[in-house]
């Protein structure tokens, strides 16, 4: 099942929401740093540990933390890529963004996760791209996956209306 609301992604209670985060994991702008604030120090503890263990996180891959003092219990950090005219396979990295988060959700046994517009901000990726792959990578994951709720949680208008004319 995929639903779409428009709001803020910190105050969503499903199993895990989705951080578009930077290749640090150590917060940022944008809705990275909204998690970060919202989910307080143990999203940056568990981080830190992460950072410890492999390093930075590679565009378009995916780890997972505890949700902290969130309504989620898990944020799973990817990273998408910064647009540069579209030559640099960004199309596919925003893909495997999604569909890495998704199954690190389907490795943990969770059940529901919610998304924001990832690299739609700061990264400047192309909303009307960006949103037509993030629904095909959806609903293609929910072909094998049929029990996984996704939502997309839009902080603003202009994206909540690409999505739902997608949906």
């Known amino acids: 099942m995929i ?13 895990a929401i989705v951080n578009a985060a930077n290749s ?12 970060h604030r919202a989910g307080g120090n143990a ?13 930075s996180c590679k565009t378009g891959e995916a ?15 990817t990273v998408g890529p910064v647009w ?3 030559n640099n396979n960004e199309p596919q990295l925003l893909e495997n963004a999604y569909r890495n988060s998704l199954q690190l959700a389907v490795d943990n046994n969770l059940q529901s996760v919610a998304f924001p ?6 990264y400047h990726f192309p909303k009307e791209i960006a949103a ?15 029990e996984m709720d ?12 690409l999505y739902n004319a997608l949906l």
């Open 132 to 146: 037509d792959i993030a629904v095909t990578a959806a609903k293609d994951f929910l072909m094998k996956h049929p």
């Open 43 to 55: 999203i940056l503890e568990a981080c830190v540990k992460i950072r410890n263990k492999q390093g």
């Open 150 to 161: 996704i939502t997309f949680v839009c902080f603003d208008k202009e994206n909540y209306d």
């Open 84 to 86: 540069n005219g579209g």
């Open 3 to 15: 639903t779409l609301q428009q709001g803020d992604i910190t105050k969503v209670k499903v199993d």
């Open 63 to 77: 780890v997972i933390t505890t949700g902290g003092n969130l309504p989620a219990k898990f944020v799973i950090h």
């Open 117 to 122: 517009n990832i690299s739609t901000g700061i």
């Open 24 to 35: 640090s994991l150590l917060g940022g702008g944008g809705v990275d740093g909204a998690i």
